[in-house]
């Protein structure tokens, strides 16, 4: 499939740990050919958009996220209509976070997703205890609530290629993986340290025994024959899980985070590949 650089589908949301500033390193890691491309921890889907693979198995644990990515499938031209309803008014914002995003149908769902999304302080997607998106206002004065031209294109490209959007966990999405498939893993970072962490992306975190789970799922993809490639925080603990395997640190600007003074650092990440 073909697209103008500039009519090139990119991700449709912010999203915390996204890649777009880390996606031209990232490319310089992708093997030259491979049969499905894989991941299972979708996000704003910077990479998928970047290289736009013709067969791919996507998902992510975030049932709001994963709606959305159905309905701009599905349903475009309706989540535009939706999407141009809403008003950046931080009274009408509550009213709109207050609501429950299960009574509300497919589309007034994703709707109110995107929305909160570019709306919301400092476009920090994050749920408590109960799964409820609790940031507050961002005050923007003209934030881009409904990017048409990107959206037909992010959809039209989900309806041409061969793409099957799941939302379940990253160890059974894994489990589909064959010989020859290239399977990207960009998980919640470990932490840097006791205050940096930020794991929330939904109600569930991803503590330390889930990163050591996750490197045995690396293993076994790398057993299977697979082509990985694995981005997390540059800490010893990470350095240790994937020993034996080839560890190259980068650097990436990181632009949301809690807190202002933590946004624009430039940041050393690592990249772990099997091949």
């Not at 064959?178 to 998980?187: A, E, I, N, S, T």
């Not at 109600?203 to 997390?232: H, I, M, P, T």
């Amino acid at each position: 499939m073909l697209f103008k650089e500039a009519l090139k589908p990119k991700p449709f949301v912010k999203w915390a740990g996204g890649k777009r500033q880390l996606i031209h390193i990232l490319k310089k890691y992708v093997p030259k050919s491979f049969e499905t491309y894989i991941e299972p921890f979708l996000g704003g889907g910077a990479l998928l958009f970047e290289l736009l693979p013709q067969k791919a198995i996507v998902s992510d644990i975030n049932e709001e996220l994963i709606n959305a990515y159905k309905v701009i499938k599905d349903n475009v031209e309706e989540l535009i209509d939706s999407l141009k309803r809403h008003r950046n008014e931080e009274n009408y914002y509550y009213q709109i976070r207050a609501l429950n995003p299960k009574l509300l149908s497919p589309i007034e769902r994703a709707s109110r997703f995107i929305y909160l999304n570019k709306t919301c302080y400092n476009g920090l997607y994050r749920e408590n205890s109960k799964g409820e998106f609790n940031v507050p206002f961002g005050r923007y004065k003209k934030p881009k609530i409904v990017d048409e031209e990107n959206l037909r294109e992010v959809s039209q490209y989900l309806n041409t290629a061969d793409i099957e959007i799941l939302c379940e966990d990253y160890k059974k999405v894994c489990r589909l993986a064959q010989k020859g498939d290239f399977v990207y893993l960009d998980p919640p970072y470990h932490p840097i340290s006791l205050t940096a962490s930020f794991t929330k992306y939904s109600k569930y975190d991803f503590s330390r025994q889930d990163q050591e789970e996750l490197a045995e799922v690396f293993r076994e993809l790398d057993r299977k024959g697979c082509y990985v490639l694995l981005s997390n925080s540059n800490t010893e603990f990470i350095k240790k899980l994937y020993r034996g395997y080839d560890i190259i640190e980068v650097s990436a600007n990181r632009f949301i985070n809690c807190k202002g003074e933590g946004r624009k650092k430039t940041k050393v990440e690592l990249i772990v590949k099997n091949f």
